[in-house]
Structures are given as structure tokens and as C-alpha cells.
């Protein structure tokens, strides 16, 4: 098969016959053309290959844009720095589900309907009795996200926008209630409520950190801190857990079910685990003494050792989220009075051993946006296991952005890949009398 470049078109051949189509490019509004191959099996006769769909455009989307040559990541077409440096976690969710920055009417409007809906149903309290104490919190708010449908029956009509609406604010706001009970069950402590009169970030920080005794005063420093953390995680294109959601939307699966699905996918440590394993790694290595040799077996092709937090399957330059994460990190480590945090120092040092060594730059291995994320976490009282659930929290803002446009794009089909066969060709059965 040949290919030749056209104006607007690519024609390909199918090389040893007179076979031959034209494929259109579909352009965006920013970023490569992308060749149309829909008719091409029926034209040709052949599939096209892409493990991983590294090439592969799925679907057309107008929320997010990444360009990962230069480290541009734009949110409805607004930077992230930007977003990071002036927006709030709910306004960018508002963003990302609406198309525009709202108006303060439509601003407050929104940051109420949110908080309006931040209790869980009673009933899925007894859930989380159901799970062993030492329970990771993935596994228990996959569990309980995917119970979600289970409850909320008024907003499962995927055809109706007044239930894709709710649904989206029901999972906004409920998943930071979900996934802090999920910590204090961890921990045997008492289920803290959600309370209105605290914002997004401030009420998770309360949730996770107060005890029904005492009165808790969250540090403004540290809850503007995980707002940003928030904003950071809120979404990234066609991601391997928001393609997930959208495999699983395309079938028509209700929206908690496939936020559930979302979660499971982020849960691997090429995804959103890493932000934990960059942590274990850090621990592993224990003494910037040791960095040379952790790098080495990185290095080494016969180990299967990589170094989290770098690298990125769209990211050829610096992560831009890294950045703002470097910098928030100071910021929180300075407000908690940490003075030369070993564990930061440590990720310093191999982050600067890392970007001038050939191996990294060769390959365009840069810091992405879990590498400093780990240790602002752990400054701030988190424990590892719930690094990938805050991340969870979040992206669930993505998902559900996601979700909605391609539940509402009138040419989504379920989505179906083909495959390469490798396997036996037909032959018959052969009874068990007469094998072996
Ligand atoms: N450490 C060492 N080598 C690496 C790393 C790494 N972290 N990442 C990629 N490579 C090497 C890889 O071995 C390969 O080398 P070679 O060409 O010699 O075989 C080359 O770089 C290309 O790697 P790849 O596996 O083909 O790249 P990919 O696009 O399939 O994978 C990735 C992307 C993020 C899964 C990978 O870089 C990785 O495993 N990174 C560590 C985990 C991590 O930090 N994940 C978080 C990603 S950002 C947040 C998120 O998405 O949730």
C-alpha cells in the first residue's frame, strides 16, 4: 500500500493492483490533519493498525487540546497556567462542561448546584461495610461510584439533558463525600458530612482531615493548593480512562457506570497510579546517593524498572502541569515550615540527573504531572493510596465533559476496533478420544 499526499486528501494504493481511494483530511482547528479512513475496508479491503491508537483519532472533540512537542495543554482553548493562576477548580468545571467561562450569575448558580448535591443517599453508607478495612480506595470508590446507579434512577435516561445534566452534577459533587469516606474507613475514623458553607476544595480537605469532636479549620494556603491540584488533574483529551468512558458511554451505559469504568482505568500505574509509584520509587531509592544506580537499571533493557513520573504517550516536551505542580510544591512545603523536604530534594536531583542523561533525552522523557503531585500530597497528609483517588476526583469533571459531548454528538456509534487475527485458522473439532 502507497500513499501520496494531496491537497485535502491522501490517495492510497493498494500496491500490486489497480485499487486505489482517496481519503479526505479532516482538518481541526488547531493541530494535524487527520485522514478520514472510514471507507477504506470497503474500498480496499483492509483494516488499518494502531496498538495503543497512538494515531488514532477516535472522535471529535472541542474541550481539551494538546500539543506535546511545545507543552501546550488548553482547556476550551484557554491555557492551563493560565487557568491554574486565575480560575477555580468549579469554574473550570463549569468550563469544560459548558464550552464558556460563565458569568458570575451563571457562576454562582453552578458552585450551588454542586454543593446542592454533595450528601450521598444514606443507604450507600452500608457499602462500605461491606469492604475489608485494608481495602485499596480505588477499589472501594470503584465499587461505590458504580453503586451510584443503583440509587439515582431519576438520572439515568442518557436521552434526556435534564438527566445528563443532573447525573453530571450528582458525580461533580458527590465524589469528593465518596472518596473521603473511603479514607476514613481506611482508617476507622467517623464518616465526616459534606458542609455548604465550605468550597469544593476546602470541603474534601474537611472531609478527609476532621473529626466529629473537634472543630477543624482548613489552611486557605493548603486548600488553594489542592484547588489547583484539582484543576491540574481536571482533564486531558482522549486519555486511556476517558477513552474508557467513552467505550463504555458508546454503548449507552449510564453515566455512573461508566465514570465507574473510568476510575478502573485509571487505577494502573501507567495512568493515574503512577502519582503512587513515583512516591514508592522515591522511598525505594531512599538517598540521592543512590540515584545513579536506580538509573542505570532504569536504563538497563533487560529490567522491566522505569522512572514514574516521566514520560508521557503525548508529551515530547515538559509536562506543563509538572511545572505548576514544581512550583505549587514549594509553596505548600514553605507553608507547612518543611525546610529541605528529603523526598523533594531527592526528586530534584533525579529530575536534573534524568533530563541531561542521553537515555532521556533521546527518547523526549520529560517530567510529567505526577511526579511532583506525590510529594504535595504527602506534605499535606495524604497517604499514597489515596493519590490516585484525588486524581480520580478531579478527572471525574473530564469524564463526565466528555461523556456528555459524545452522548449529545449526533454521528457517535458504539465503538467497536478490529483486530489483527493471529490465532488457528478453522479446523474441526476434534473429540477428546482423539487428542493428545
Ligand atoms: N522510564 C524509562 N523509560 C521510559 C519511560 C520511563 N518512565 N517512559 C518511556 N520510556 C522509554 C521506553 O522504554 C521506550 O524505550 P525504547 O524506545 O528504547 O523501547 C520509549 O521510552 C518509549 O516508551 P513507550 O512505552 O513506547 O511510550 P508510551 O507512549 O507507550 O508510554 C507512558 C507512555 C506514560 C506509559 C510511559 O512513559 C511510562 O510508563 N511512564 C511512567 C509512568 C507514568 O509516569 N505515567 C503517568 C503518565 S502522565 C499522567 C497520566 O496519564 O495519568
Partial sequence: ????????????????TNKSTKLALKPGTIGPQVA??????????????????????????????????????????????????????????????NGELPTA?????????????????EQLRSFYNGFRRDAHPMAVICGVVGAMSAFYHDSLDISNPEHRRIAAFRLIAKLPTIAAWAYKYSIGEPFMYPRNNLGYAENFLHMMNAVPPEEYKVNPVLARAMDRILILHADHEQ?????????????????????????ASLWGPAHGGANE???????????????????????????????????????????????????????????????????????????????????????????????????????MGFPTSMFTVLFAVARTVGWISQWREQVEDPTQRIGRPRQVYTGAKQRDYVPLSQRG
Fill in 105 to 121: 450569575a451563571q457562576k454562582s448558580e453552578f458552585e450551588l448546584g454542586v454543593l446542592r448535591h454533595n450528601m450521598v443517599h
Fill in 239 to 263: 486519555n486511556a480512562s476517558t477513552s474508557t468512558v467513552r467505550l463504555a458511554g458508546s454503548t449507552g451505559a449510564n453515566p455512573f457506570a461508566c465514570i465507574a469504568a473510568g476510575i
Fill in 277 to 379: 509509584a513515583v512516591l514508592k520509587m522515591l522511598a525505594e531509592i531512599g538517598h540521592v546517593d543512590n540515584i545513579k544506580g536506580f538509573i542505570e537499571r532504569v536504563k538497563d533493557k533487560n529490567s522491566s524498572v522505569r522512572l514514574m513520573g516521566f514520560g508521557h504517550r503525548v508529551y515530547k516536551n515538559y509536562d506543563p502541569r509538572a511545572k505548576i505542580m514544581m512550583n505549587s510544591c514549594h509553596e505548600v512545603l514553605s507553608e507547612l515550615g518543611i525546610k529541605g523536604d528529603p523526598l523533594l530534594d531527592l526528586a530534584m536531583e533525579l529530575e536534573k540527573i534524568a533530563l541531561n542523561d542521553e537515555y532521556f533525552v533521546q527518547r523526549k522523557l520529560y517530567p510529567n504531572v505526577d511526579f511532583y503531585s506525590g510529594i504535595i500530597l504527602k506534605a
Fill in 1 to 16: 500500500m502507497s500513499g501520496t499526499n494531496a491537497a485535502g486528501s491522501i490517495t492510497v494504493t493498494l500496491d500490486g
Fill in 36 to 97: 478520514d479512513i472510514r471507507k477504506l475496508y470497503d474500498e480496499l479491503g483492509v483494516f488499518t493498525y494502531d496498538p495503543g491508537y497512538g494515531n488514532t483519532a477516535s472522535c471529535d472533540s472541542t474541550i481539551t487540546y494538546i500539543d506535546g512537542d511545545v507543552g501546550v495543554l488548553l482547556h476550551r482553548g484557554y491555557p492551563i497556567e493560565q487557568l491554574a493562576e486565575k480560575s477555580s477548580f468549579l469554574e473550570v468545571a463549569y468550563l469544560l462542561l
